[in-house]
Each structure stands twice: as structure tokens, then as C-alpha cells.
């Protein structure tokens, strides 16, 4: 079962930036800014670009390839809010000074099924 995993401690992002972590199998884009820590998952959905490297805009990070901008919070795209494409987003908590983060498990794999 999935728990929060420390990825950083606080005064290791920079305000305004985001950096690339491990979290439970996936790679996740950890942000600060004035609101706080936010993570999402760190590849944007259009050609896999770490969104990490991005420029953070308040809650916004332009994807550093194509400049799609994506939401921090949520994963929203921020380009076209009512598509269906959007990226992960995670839960974010600080323990003491350790910013940690929350992926869920993937699920499980079904089996494939062979035909006799």
C-alpha cells in the first residue's frame, strides 16, 4: 500500500521552480511556490518533457519543449481546460521540515489470457 514518500526537505526547491523525484514507480515534478509545495506527475502528457524544468509561472508550468501549460495544483490543461488531457497530480504534506509526497499504488495487472 502506497504511503508518503520524502522527496526533499524544505529550502531545497528554490520559490518559483520545480524538481524531479522517484515516488512509488513514477517520476513526479515537486513545486514551491508562494501557495506552498504541489506535485504532478513530471512528463508531459503531449511528448514526455520533465515539466519540472518548465517555467513556474504562480501555478502555472510551461512545459520547456512546446510551452503547454499545465495547471501545478490539479494537472489541468491549462491550453484547453475542457479536454480530456490533463496530467497526474498527487498529494503533498510537510512533516517538520521534509516535504513528502503520496503516489497511489498502480493498479494491479490483469493476466493475459491464453486461448486454447
Same mark, same amino acid.
Given at each position: 500500500?502506497?504511503?508518503?514518500?520524502?522527496?526533499? $526537505?524544505?529550502?531545497?526547491?528554490?520559490?518559483? +521552480?520545480? $524538481?524531479?523525484? =522517484?515516488?512509488?514507480?513514477?517520476?513526479?515534478?515537486?513545486?514551491?511556490?508562494?501557495?506552498?509545495?504541489?506535485?504532478?506527475?513530471?512528463? #508531459?502528457?503531449?511528448?514526455?518533457?520533465?515539466?519540472?524544468?518548465?517555467?513556474? +509561472?504562480?501555478?502555472?508550468?510551461? #512545459?520547456?519543449?512546446?510551452?503547454?501549460?499545465? #495547471?501545478?495544483?490539479?494537472?489541468?490543461?491549462?491550453?484547453?481546460?475542457?479536454?480530456?488531457? $490533463?496530467?497526474?497530480?498527487? +498529494?503533498?504534506?510537510?512533516?517538520?521540515?521534509?516535504?513528502?509526497?503520496?503516489? =497511489?499504488?498502480?493498479? =494491479?495487472?490483469?493476466?493475459?489470457?491464453?486461448?486454447?
Amino acid at each position: 500500500m502506497a504511503d508518503f514518500q520524502t522527496v526533499a $526537505r524544505v529550502g531545497e526547491i528554490p520559490k518559483g +521552480e520545480g $524538481r524531479p523525484y =522517484p515516488v512509488n514507480g513514477r517520476i513526479v515534478g515537486v513545486f514551491h511556490v508562494d501557495d506552498g509545495y504541489f506535485a504532478i506527475n513530471d512528463f #508531459c502528457p503531449h511528448m514526455g518533457a520533465s515539466l519540472s524544468s518548465g517555467y513556474v +509561472e504562480g501555478t502555472t508550468v510551461y #512545459c520547456p519543449w512546446h510551452a503547454w501549460r499545465f #495547471c501545478i495544483r490539479d494537472g489541468t490543461w491549462l491550453d484547453n481546460p475542457s479536454s480530456k488531457v $490533463r496530467t497526474d497530480s498527487y +498529494e503533498v504534506r510537510l512533516q517538520g521540515d521534509e516535504i513528502q509526497v503520496l503516489v =497511489p499504488d498502480p493498479p =494491479p495487472r490483469t493476466p493475459l489470457s491464453t486461448a486454447t
